[in-house]
């Protein structure tokens, strides 16, 4: 163990070239996806993704409220992320803080730029993403429940939307990153992206890297992104083939 100032930095790179949790730079962690979890709403999905525990519903298209951003060509695609004040280790704060509204907002976005929206004008199709354990990654996790919620819903998508974080790690480009490389990484950025076209709609960075480790990262994240788009495909199947019922 190393220090700075007060805090203990964990060893994230043996010289083996294993991380902290003994995955190899291009793994991911364990996840598992349930879609329909959730019989009031229109469509929902539960992951677990490592120790992160997200759960998402949909509802609509239905009224808009308030009538005011009612579009007359499109619908509105509303998202409200939220981390509850249990799902950290330091209790926060109940309620939207300024982090989680600049989440829900890039999620929004990111889902209005595959949603059919102009199918149903004048409604709203609404967005709600719980973290109810966070472990690194959320809005990833986010983003792949709420997919698969949306799906669940039968709201038309180009396709669903896979999402991964991608950093730096020990020097090294690694994929999916838990809390501790999170946290004392050199570089993390989350990305999610059309599969079939590989569209990015959502890239995000804090921290720094070269041309070079950028390159690696996205082609690391395209790989990560098409690995859980199965498995989003997989919960569809499962779900709707009566495997998974709904609590």
């Known amino acids: 163990m190393g220090s700075v100032g007060a805090k203990e930095v964990p060893v994230l790179l043996s010289p083996e ?22 019989r009031q709403a229109d469509g929902s999905a539960f992951v677990e993704w490592g120790a992160n525990k997200v759960m998402a519903a949909v509802y609509g298209p239905r009224e808009v409220h ?8 499109k619908a509105i695609v509303q998202c409200r992320y939220n981390m509850a004040a249990f799902s950290v280790d330091e209790r926060k704060r109940p309620g939207l803080d300024r982090r989680s509204q600049e989440i829900s907002k890039v999620i929004s976005e990111a889902f209005e730029s595959v949603i059919f929206a102009e199918e149903f004008p004048r409604t709203s199709i609404d967005i709600y993403i719980e973290v109810l354990q966070a472990n690194a990654g959320t809005r990833c996790a986010g983003i792949v429940a709420a997919s698969v919620a949306l799906a669940d819903a039968g709201i038309p998508m180009v396709d669903l939307l896979p999402a991964v974080a ?22 993390d ?59």
């Open 17 to 38: 070239g294993l991380r902290i949790d003994g995955r190899h730079l291009d793994e991911l962690r364990p996840i598992r996806i349930v879609a329909g979890a959730l």
């Open 66 to 73: 308030p009538r005011h951003l009612q579009q007359n060509n």
């Open 166 to 187: 991608v950093g730096k790690v020990g020097g090294a480009i690694a994929l999916d990153l838990k809390k501790e490389e999170d946290n004392f990484g050199e570089a």
């Open 189 to 247: 950025m989350p990305m999610a992206l059309v599969p079939q076209s590989g569209r990015l709609v959502l890239l995000q960075m804090e921290g720094h890297m070269t041309r070079e480790e950028l390159s690696k990262s996205l082609d690391l994240g395209v790989t990560g992104c098409r690995a859980i788009y199965e498995k989003m495909k997989q919960a569809l199947r499962d779900r709707y083939a009566g495997g998974e019922a709904a609590a």
